[in-house]
């Protein structure tokens, strides 16, 4: 690469909170790629970008980390213990990516935040408007960037939905469907540590939650706004079927149009699929405009394998290579790649143009202009995690025998508020505006 750049002169640190299923996926596939090529664009030159330190609960999997790696990685800190995400902090940090359990988000990022650290959060974000709050307040006040991770966004089949949205070819969505099934492994077996009392819709829903408001949203000139929620969902193979751990949910968003109309949009979601399934995951999605229709299936979209003694399990039958996969390319390199990696690439490309892009008294408007990406940025979030705010305690009031209940948004008594069946009865979720 040809550059006038001191290629010693400008890095990035990276801490990493969380070693399980999406760090393995595409975390550890971007910094090794990351450490054998670095960072390059125009706007900031070239930029070396080092995993410094891991943290997690025990340790194990950071200590198998550094022994599979070897060279690909580089050295790391392994943190562990009740004090990990306090030695990661104590190293020479410059961006933190938060990819724990969904309820434990909130805590490494604040702190992090609170160390002046720019923050990468895996969706959801946070599970409540009042920690969101907290959060961007923080990193208004340390001057770093706040982001979240919406992969699904970056998938090439969204990317033209939106852009179809965008340029005025498909108008006025009247109605959606959208379903993301996984299978029990997920539920029985990966998060078996840390599912009780957790749902499948905060885990997964938020990716179309995200893709709707997105796709359809205030951003747009005649957007709709979001104004209601309502959820229901089933009980009794992942847990009791009286308890409070989710099988699956069945999701639905009413959105408001400033002309009066609304469109509704269900989202449909589990983690019981039999592993047998021929694919990873079922995903599919419709979406009906007052001029089309927009079907995908991400399940179906071109390839098909049978492979004796592999076929369903070690190898999907109908596997999603656009996601992430790993590649012999035609020159002869080995590669992981996907958009399930370019859009934690992207990340670090905007941490980089902020510190790297200009002269240091420019760098709150490289900041400004960071902030300002909806699809990423925290201030962007707040749909999103109102929904998933208003179906926990939706679903909560379900388990404690209350099922029906609705949440209304932005309405006189408050941002979000839960009404139940029967008797006046509200329940103030949230008394600001989403």
């Given at each position: 690469m040809?550059?006038?750049?001191?290629?010693?002169?400008?890095?990035?640190?990276?801490?990493?909170?969380?070693?399980?299923?999406?760090?393995?996926?595409?975390y550890r596939p971007l910094f090794e790629q990351l450490h054998r090529e670095g960072l390059y664009r125009r706007g900031f030159g070239f930029v070396s970008v080092?995993?410094?330190?891991v943290a997690s609960r025990t340790g194990v999997r950071g200590e198998r980390l550094r022994q599979s790696a070897g060279s690909r990685l580089g050295p790391f800190v392994n943190c562990s213990g009740d004090k990990a995400i306090e030695q990661l902090l104590a190293q020479p940090v410059d961006v933190v990516c938060v990819a724990t359990p969904d309820d434990r988000h909130f805590d490494a990022a604040r702190r992090a935040l609170q160390a002046g650290k720019h923050v990468l959060i895996e969706k959801p974000s946070v599970l409540r408007l009042q920690e969101l709050d907290e959060l961007q307040a923080l990193a208004q006040k340390q001057h770093v960037l706040a982001k979240v991770v919406y992969h699904k966004l970056a998938d090439p089949d969204h990317k033209k939905l939106r852009t179809h949205v965008v340029e005025g070819v498909l108008r006025h969505?009247?109605?959606?469907?959208?379903?993301?099934?996984?299978?029990?492994?997920?539920?029985?077996?990966?998060?078996?540590?840390?599912?009780?009392?957790?749902?499948?819709?905060?885990?997964?829903?938020?990716?179309?939650?995200?893709?709707?408001?997105?796709?359809?949203?205030?951003?747009?000139?005649?957007?709709?706004?979001?104004?209601?929620?309502?959820?229901?969902?089933?009980?009794?193979?992942?847990?009791?079927?009286?308890?409070?751990?989710?099988?699956?949910?069945?999701?639905?968003?009413?959105?408001?149009?400033?002309?009066?109309?609304?469109?509704?949009?269900?989202?449909?979601?589990?983690?019981?699929?039999?592993?047998?399934?021929?694919?990873?995951?079922?995903?599919?999605?419709?979406?009906?405009?007052?001029?089309?229709?927009?079907?995908?299936?991400?399940?179906?979209?071109?390839?098909?394998?049978?492979?004796?003694?592999?076929?369903?399990?070690?190898?999907?039958?109908?596997?999603?290579?656009?996601?992430?996969?790993?590649?012999?390319?035609?020159?002869?390199?080995?590669?992981?790649?996907?958009?399930?990696?370019?859009v934690l690439h992207r990340f670090f490309e905007e941490a980089a143009y902020v510190e790297f892009g200009g002269p240091a008294d420019e760098r709150e408007e490289r900041l400004r202009q960071m902030r300002a990406l909806t699809?990423?940025?925290?201030?962007?979030?707040?749909?999103?995690?109102?929904?998933?705010?208003?179906?926990?305690?939706?679903?909560?009031?379900?388990?404690?025998?209350?099922?029906?209940?609705?949440?209304?948004?932005?309405?006189?008594?408050?941002?979000?508020?839960?009404r139940a069946p029967g008797p006046a009865e509200v329940e103030v979720l949230y008394p600001g505006s989403v």
């Amino acid at each position: 690469m040809q550059t006038s750049v001191n290629l010693n002169a400008h890095r990035l640190r990276a801490g990493m909170v969380g070693l399980g299923m999406i760090f393995d996926e595409t975390y550890r596939p971007l910094f090794e790629q990351l450490h054998r090529e670095g960072l390059y664009r125009r706007g900031f030159g070239f930029v070396s970008v080092e995993l410094t330190a891991v943290a997690s609960r025990t340790g194990v999997r950071g200590e198998r980390l550094r022994q599979s790696a070897g060279s690909r990685l580089g050295p790391f800190v392994n943190c562990s213990g009740d004090k990990a995400i306090e030695q990661l902090l104590a190293q020479p940090v410059d961006v933190v990516c938060v990819a724990t359990p969904d309820d434990r988000h909130f805590d490494a990022a604040r702190r992090a935040l609170q160390a002046g650290k720019h923050v990468l959060i895996e969706k959801p974000s946070v599970l409540r408007l009042q920690e969101l709050d907290e959060l961007q307040a923080l990193a208004q006040k340390q001057h770093v960037l706040a982001k979240v991770v919406y992969h699904k966004l970056a998938d090439p089949d969204h990317k033209k939905l939106r852009t179809h949205v965008v340029e005025g070819v498909l108008r006025h969505v009247n109605n959606g469907y959208c379903s993301l099934l996984e299978p029990k492994q997920i539920s029985g077996q990966q998060f078996a540590e840390w599912i009780t009392g957790r749902n499948p819709g905060t885990y997964v829903a938020v990716h179309y939650i995200k893709l709707i408001d997105f796709t359809f949203g205030p951003a747009l000139p005649d957007g709709a706004r979001l104004a209601r929620i309502h959820a229901t969902g089933q009980r009794g193979l992942v847990g009791p079927a009286n308890g409070p751990t989710w099988d699956s949910v069945q999701l639905q968003m009413i959105y408001s149009y400033p002309d009066g109309r609304e469109a509704a949009f269900d989202i449909h979601t589990s983690w019981v699929t039999p592993d047998n399934f021929p694919g990873y995951v079922e995903q599919e999605v419709q979406f009906r405009f007052d001029n089309g229709v927009w079907n995908a299936h991400q399940r179906k979209r071109g390839v098909e394998v049978t492979v004796e003694g592999q076929t369903p399990h070690a190898i999907k039958n109908t596997p999603n290579h656009h996601y992430n996969a790993t590649f012999l390319e035609p020159w002869g390199e080995r590669s992981q790649r996907g958009y399930g990696i370019e859009v934690l690439h992207r990340f670090f490309e905007e941490a980089a143009y902020v510190e790297f892009g200009g002269p240091a008294d420019e760098r709150e408007e490289r900041l400004r202009q960071m902030r300002a990406l909806t699809y990423n940025d925290l201030s962007a979030d707040r749909p999103t995690v109102a929904t998933v705010q208003a179906m926990e305690a939706i679903l909560q009031r379900h388990a404690a025998g209350q099922p029906g209940c609705v949440v209304s948004v932005n309405e006189p008594l408050g941002g979000l508020v839960l009404r139940a069946p029967g008797p006046a009865e509200v329940e103030v979720l949230y008394p600001g505006s989403v």
